[in-house]
């Protein structure tokens, strides 16, 4: 009986359980704060006036996107600055994503990248990461990949390691939607070494190293990421699913209890009641 519910459970989990993660629409679509404690040049766009700027043009594109693109596009034809006129293409892209409108929301994050003065490449590594995350919400991986390259690329230059490990993932999303593998797994790599301390790049590292049936890598990195995010549902599902994977139906048991434990109303718990259903059976 277990054997037939692995089975079952297998035909249910398809190559990923954790889809809305990966690839799915990123979170650098959101604009992006700078971490508390910084204080380089890399933040200035944030701490200027025009920074204030485009804090209150982010603002409105989230309640009023048709006036945030208004407003953005009043400030681009006063910009007297190379900065500002980054910052309101900025904005402009942050109210077209508002508005599901993905392909101008990519244009403006281009124009945004090429019009950030010298000196911000992080900043340029963020928008650069924003047009490929747009690009992937119109589902095209191959273009997506062009940008995200691109933001690997200043990220490396800005010296920024967290950022580099962000973009690195965003990166993998694309390999993965291309199905380049062997490449996301590269990537991902990449993001955990600059980063170790990033939940996400564990997780997602262990949900295609199960795709890949590593399940011994699977099970390490889904543990490391268990360490670093133990109230995650998302981490407890693919933990369960690779455990059940590997013929562990004890440990994927106890896995799947943990999130309807931990977070009794999200998706996640709503199917790893199903996989217990099936364990059951």
Not at 6 to 11: D, F, G, T, V
Not at 202 to 225: K, P
Request: include cysteine; glycine fraction near 6%.
């Amino acid at each position: 009986m277990i054997a037939s519910a692995l089975a079952l459970l297998i035909m249910q989990v398809g190559p990923n359980p954790t889809i809305d993660a990966f690839p799915g629409l990123p979170e650098e679509l959101r604009d992006r704060p700078p971490r508390p404690g910084q204080d380089t040049p890399e933040t200035a766009p944030a701490l200027s006036p025009s920074g204030e700027k485009l804090a209150e043009c982010a603002n409105r594109s989230r309640t009023d996107p048709q006036a945030a693109r208004d407003y953005a596009q009043r400030w681009r034809e006063s910009a007297d600055s190379q900065l500002e006129l980054a910052q309101s293409a900025h904005c402009l892209g942050l109210a077209f994503v508002q508005q599901g409108s993905f392909v101008e929301a990519q244009r403006a994050f281009d124009i945004a990248t090429d019009d950030v003065p010298f000196g911000y490449p992080a900043y340029q590594a963020r928008l650069a990461a924003m047009s490929g995350n747009a690009a992937m919400a119109q589902g095209k991986p191959a273009i997506a990949d062009i940008a995200f390259t691109r933001a690997v690329g200043l990220a490396t230059e800005a010296a920024d390691a967290p950022l580099l490990a962000s973009v690195s993932i965003d990166r993998a999303r694309a390999l993965v939607a291309l199905d380049r593998t062997e490449d996301a797994a590269l990537a991902l790599s990449n993001a955990r070494g600059n980063d170790p301390a990033n939940a996400t790049a564990w997780l997602l590292s262990a949900t295609l190293s199960r795709r890949l049936e590593r399940f011994d890598e699977a099970r390490e990195q889904i543990a490391q990421a268990a360490l670093l995010a133990p109230q995650d549902p998302a981490v407890g599902l693919e933990a369960g699913v690779i455990a059940a994977l590997s013929g562990r139906e004890d440990e994927a048991r106890r896995s799947f209890e943990s999130v309807v434990l931990v977070a009794p109303d999200s998706e996640e718990a709503a199917k790893a009641r199903g996989y217990l259903e099936q364990l059951q059976s």
